[in-house]
């Protein structure tokens, strides 16, 4: 039970329960993983709390940490690393970076402070027990942070574009920032060689801007591999176990969490999440998607046919119940289902009801509201028996991964028309990192990156894409 | 159980069940009514049934009696009399017109036939055994019912006026049009005088148009009023009896039903239906009427007030689970309350669901699914535990009506401010004649028709309609 409740030993006990109830209380609400974290992981996360203990916000080693910013004093073998992330994009976005971010950390042994951007205190708990996460408001540079880019002086693909950075001497600068962004260039993406992961490991500030789940490519740098095979054993579990760990939902949105489903889902005998991301300007619902969504659920038999004869079939008296959770911008595909279900019997008997708990009809990232609800559909959706996600989308992303759900994923619509297949399934519950490097660090060449190990492929929803996949320990 | 399952003698056994399930099924999806039909009434049914196979279409009666409308023959004293109810108005007002023409028909011996207008056969089950209750589609006069009005020459009304009918001779016509519908004029309003009910019960053929409830002004005329209360010793139960002994929805109507109240109501721990209904050209939702139905529902702790605070209550593990049955014409109403429930916790730790079957936007009453779906709804919100209505509704009164239950008014707003009170408690269940006669028979003056007997009052929702309140037997 008590293991149940540390998901596995993932999270450590000893925090304050009323706090933030969502982290003792999320296992009444998922159903047990099936899988477990590596007894290496959970003692690395514990390694990991112990040194964010000794450096993290307001303890002596941050102190000087941060004095040697500007100073330029030499760091002592003791002192305290960190990497920065900067709160940047939309959500789900924001969730895939943060975890990507944290893995890197763990594997360079360094301290991760967060960015609080708009709302990050807000939507998530603390996950590090003692010491906050949370990057401190009087940190020198923070005011810099929306403008550091490509082109800025400290980005470290500038430098090396610049040639600016001396990889022979020991002088090496107290910060750089690291453009991880979607839009990055070529030196950007060096970020993914050994030689230039040697020199950054003795910066002892790296602020990392990123919108993107770049493990993927984490898994292509030689120096982590033997590191990476020992955390995660089963290789397709990384945001699942790291997602888990780090984002646990603030009161307030486990409270929408806990209220939506206890009036909407937890009376059901069987539930469906569908996440319908429209990357399409024109209002929805659009036909072709709408036929999409009914060709995916009923050929996949996600969801019982009709019976459009409405031939009349006596009712049966205690019909199984499935939920349908739909998410999405717009309210006109759950509104179709929902009618469709009401209007005719189900083949099968059983009755289907339909709940979307918000359609905000365009995004509208700023507004705090807006943000919680975000994240309470994510959460929802992980909380699903099965899941349909759409292409390209990082908010389907989160729902899989926490879920440790492989969802059935909506091919991306071209041309208006419906795609044949419709949906596909996941190789694996992993989110797919959209913008990888195509490098090789050795040859210095251009390289298939999903043709090098069996447990990095390309994605099912983006073919340049890059997904870590499922696979014991091939090594 | 058999008993329960013919609603306390109200109906007959013997129908043919899969042909129309909700006849025999709806005690299972409603309470036990604390209203019993009285024996009286009961057996007058089951003579009304006996006298509806001998003179129903398609027997040697009917064709005799039709014969008659056109020859002039002289009545025999065996013959069949009729009275046949003209489909016209929205759903709701056709149910109350058509159950008032039942309890007249009853009272004067006849034989009650349906025209089928657009779709009552699409809607509503045979009532009586063997013989339908469906006006032959060949009968002489059918192609004038939409042009009868006040001015008609066989309107009652319009020969009373023009001084054609001989009250004093033998000779009454084989036919008249009754023009009861709310523009009806002063001598058309002499239907309800006793004189002229002598007159009429020599008519073979009364042909009804009507958009109103007029049971109330039936309980004023003294002919009928020795049986009327052995019919119903308790008064405010005539739409109760007479609309759960007529109106049984058709299998696909049913499905609707069953459906929509197995996947979303069922599992409820309570239930409270709110029927919105806005005379009000505008797009709603308009905010005076929702700060009214959060204000009547929250004063009267029919939903439970929530906690704004946002301070955060620990989820109870298993919390009451109340649904809210809205139904309205506009969406907006129910997305705040949904929304105001998900969003906030409820301070008694219930959770509330909040579910809208359909939201047409506008009336359209030619549709067939949009009526079959308004009977849905109207049958949906009599299932639930408590009930708001909207002033004005037939809509509601079915509602309440069929669901025996006193509902709780909302004032009619003036001037887009949220009345106060903003509802009050309906006085019974009984519907409200929306254009009773204000005139006494006897001294042939104006009088306040709402005065006369304990029983019939003026209506909550309408100072100048009459409405039947409880009382038992007060004569
Ligand atoms: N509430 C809600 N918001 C959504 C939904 N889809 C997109 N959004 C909003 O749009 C943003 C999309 O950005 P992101 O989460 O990064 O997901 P992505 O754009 O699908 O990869 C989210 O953060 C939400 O604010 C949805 O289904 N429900
Ligand atoms: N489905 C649905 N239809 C409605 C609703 N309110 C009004 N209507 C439609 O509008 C018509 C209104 O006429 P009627 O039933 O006589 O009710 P009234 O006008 O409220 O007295 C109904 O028959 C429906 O077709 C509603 O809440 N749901």
Wanted: net charge negative.
């Amino acid at each position: 039970k008590s293991n149940e409740k540390l998901l596995g030993g993932l999270l450590t006990s000893g925090f304050d329960e009323a706090a933030c109830a969502s982290r003792y209380q999320s296992f009444l609400y998922r159903k047990i993983s099936a899988y477990k974290p590596s007894p290496y992981l959970v003692s690395r996360l514990r390694n990991y709390e112990d040194l964010h203990k000794r450096c993290g916000p307001a303890t002596q080693a941050y102190k000087s940490a941060l004095e040697k910013i500007h100073s330029g004093h030499k760091l002592g073998s003791m002192d305290c690393k960190y990497v920065v992330w900067i709160s940047y994009s939309g959500l789900g976005n924001r969730m895939l970076a943060l975890a990507s971010t944290f893995l890197y950390t763990l594997l360079t042994n360094r301290v991760l402070l967060v960015d609080r951007g708009n709302d990050m205190e807000d939507l998530f708990c603390e996950p590090f027990p003692e010491k906050s996460w949370l990057l401190p408001t009087n940190f020198p540079l923070i005011d810099q942070f929306n403008s550091f880019d490509q082109k800025s002086p400290h980005c470290y693909g500038s430098m090396l574009k610049n040639n600016v950075v001396d990889t022979s001497t020991e002088s090496v600068p107290s910060y750089l920032y690291l453009h991880l962004v979607h839009d990055y260039g070529d030196h950007d993406k060096l970020f993914f060689c050994d030689d230039d992961q040697s020199l950054l490991a003795k910066v002892p500030w790296l602020i990392v801007k990123t919108d993107n789940y770049f493990v993927p490519s984490i898994f292509l740098i030689p120096s982590f591999e033997e590191e990476l095979s020992k955390l995660f054993p089963e290789k397709g579990t990384v945001f699942h176990h790291l997602g888990r760990y780090l984002f646990h939902p603030t009161n307030h949105v486990w409270g929408l969490i806990t209220r939506y489903y206890k009036t909407y889902l937890s009376k059901a005998d069987e539930s469906l999440g569908l996440q319908i991301r429209v990357f399409d300007t024109r209002p929805g619902p659009l036909k072709h998607v709408m036929d999409q969504i009914l060709a995916c659920t009923l050929n996949q038999k996600l969801l019982p046919e009709v019976d459009m004869q409405d031939s009349f079939v006596m009712p049966i008296e205690n019909p199984k119940l499935k939920a349908v959770l739909v998410t999405s911008l717009n309210s006109g595909y759950s509104e179709n289902l929902r009618n469709m279900y009401w209007e005719y019997p189900a083949m099968t008997g059983e009755v289907v009801g339909v709940y979307q708990p918000s359609h905000e009809e365009y995004q509208q990232s700023e507004k705090q509201m807006h943000n919680r609800r975000a994240w309470a559909e994510m959460y929802l959706l992980s909380l699903t028996d099965g899941l349909v996600t759409s292409s390209w989308s990082t908010f389907g992303y989160v729902a899989q991964g926490l879920g440790g759900l492989k969802p059935w994923i909506l091919v991306k619509p071209e041309n208006d028309t419906t795609p044949d297949p419709p949906c596909r399934p996941a190789m694996s519950m992993e989110p797919c990192f959209h913008a990888p490097p195509f490098y090789d660090c050795k040859t210095k060449r251009g390289i298939d990156t999903g043709a090098l190990v069996p447990h990095v492929r390309h994605c099912e929803d983006m073919s340049w894409g890059l997904k870590v996949v499922d696979g014991y320990d091939e090594l």
